[in-house]
């Protein structure tokens, strides 16, 4: 039986009104308690599975789907009123139209799934930039702190002036002292920043600055 005073029952950052807007949480709770210790070494302390899942659509979405329905009326247009020559260039504007449309409906349906347990980390996440949907598996306790990472995506060139983009990877220092890319590529510093504390908390890490890290001063803001 949990102590009613104890820290364990404190409201956890995953239930809280400060959880980032398009982040849902499920699980995390207190399933079962040896000794009133909350943290790693201090007795066992299990917890439901906590799982976080949100959408993490590229920001470049409207201007590719825009991209794309233009491209397509244009085949449609050829197509239908364009002469009996005009059917051979529609069909190689039609299979590229295919690929625009395929990549406008990427920019919308990327996804995040992130499932912590006291075993392990197991994060889903498909990344547009690349297109690939990513998988990554570390074991629990390896981890020792987790930190966000600001980079810079590269988006193109306009009047020969390169364009780039902030970015946040969500890391992980292993017990190893290697570090991982747990998350990779979130346009959202805020939803970066939660999913960190979140593993944190339910993990029992306390956050520390690491080498590095460029993040804004620590705040003991969570509750307490």
Known sequence: MVDPGSHLDRPKIWDTAG????????????VHVSSAGAYRGE??????????????PDRRRWF?????????????????FGGHGAWLMALAMLLAGGLVSYVAVMAFLCRLTIVVSAQNVSVRQLVFSSGKK????????????????????HE??????????????????????????????????GRARFIERAIEEYLGISDMSVEGED???IQSDLPT
């Open 215 to 217: 993040r804004p001063p």
């Open 64 to 80: 590719i789907l825009f991209f794309a329905l233009t491209w397509d009326g244009a085949v449609f247009l050829c197509m239908k």
């Open 156 to 189: 193109g060139t306009i009047n020969e002036t390169e364009i780039w983009r902030p970015v946040y990877h969500v890391m992980a220092v292993l017990t190893t002292g290697a570090r991982e890319q747990l998350v990779s590529e979130l346009e959202d510093e």
């Open 19 to 30: 959880r980032p807007e398009g982040i849902r949480a499920k699980g995390g709770d207190v």
């Open 134 to 153: 990513v998988a990554r598996d570390l074991p629990a306790q390896a981890l020792t702190q987790l930190y966000v990472e600001k980079a810079q995506r």
């Open 43 to 56: 007795g066992t302390v299990l917890r439901s599975p906590l799982t976080l899942t949100c959408w993490t």
